[in-house]
């Protein structure tokens, strides 16, 4: 089989974001409870700090001697299952975060997605240095973007509210039947997998 032929996985698994006071965002990204996993000297000028957010198979560096970005030129989307209790964790960590949008048919409007549709639901808050972070609601995942195969849950808020939703559609589908579900772990487990690779969802 020649190199051609063979699909090698390219995974994004560190971004960096520039800053210009390391210290104070160290502080700052401490704050958010993210996972600070090193902060180590590469040489006489460079400092690498790395932090993971809960949950993400990606983490952020910053320090000195890593990039000649701008300082706040950075911008990020911080994908999450429930974008009301996200909010309200990061303000109850004293951090300054915009007012809920959505992006429907016209464009952007005001609030939360009324029907809380998957990528709609968006609020966004900056680190010290200007460095925007954008909070999106995903709920279902498009057909497609997530390989079955390898399907997981990140935390376990979000298998909690993954079998919210299993239990609310669940429910549903015992209306719809008029009777109770004795296999309804399965149905939840085929739910839940199916919502996360984008495919169809059980009847």
């Known amino acids: 089989m020649s190199a051609a032929t063979v699909k090698i996985d390219m995974k994004v698994e560190v971004l960096v974001i520039p800053v210009s006071d390391v210290d104070r965002a160290k502080e700052f990204y401490l704050k958010l409870g993210w996972r600070l ?14 932090f993971t957010p809960p949950g993400s ?36 960590a004293g951090v300054a975060v915009g007012e809920f949008f959505h992006i429907g048919p ?32 995903v709920t279902t ?30 429910g ?5 039947v008029g009777a109770a579900d004795p296999n309804w772990p399965d149905w939840y487990a085929k739910y839940i997998l199916a919502e996360q690779a984008g495919t169809e969802l059980p009847k």
């Open 106 to 137: 016209q464009g952007r409007a005001s609030g939360l997605d009324p029907e809380r549709g998957s990528y709609r639901s968006r609020a966004t808050f900056s680190d010290p240095d200007g460095n925007v972070w954008l909070l999106q609601e």
């Open 37 to 50: 996993d090193a902060d180590s000297m590469l040489g006489d000028d460079v400092r690498r700090v790395q």
């Open 141 to 170: 995942r498009l057909p497609g973007r997530v390989d079955a195969s390898l399907t997981s849950v990140g935390s376990a808020d979000d298998l909690a509210n993954a079998m919210r939703r299993a239990s609310a559609a669940h």
């Open 172 to 176: 549903e589908r015992e209306k719809r």
């Open 57 to 92: 198979c990606c983490s952020i560096q910053f320090g000195t001697g890593l990039t000649t970005a701008a300082r706040g030129s950075g911008k990020a989307y911080l994908v999450v299952s429930d974008i009301v209790v996200a909010r309200e964790q990061l303000v109850a």
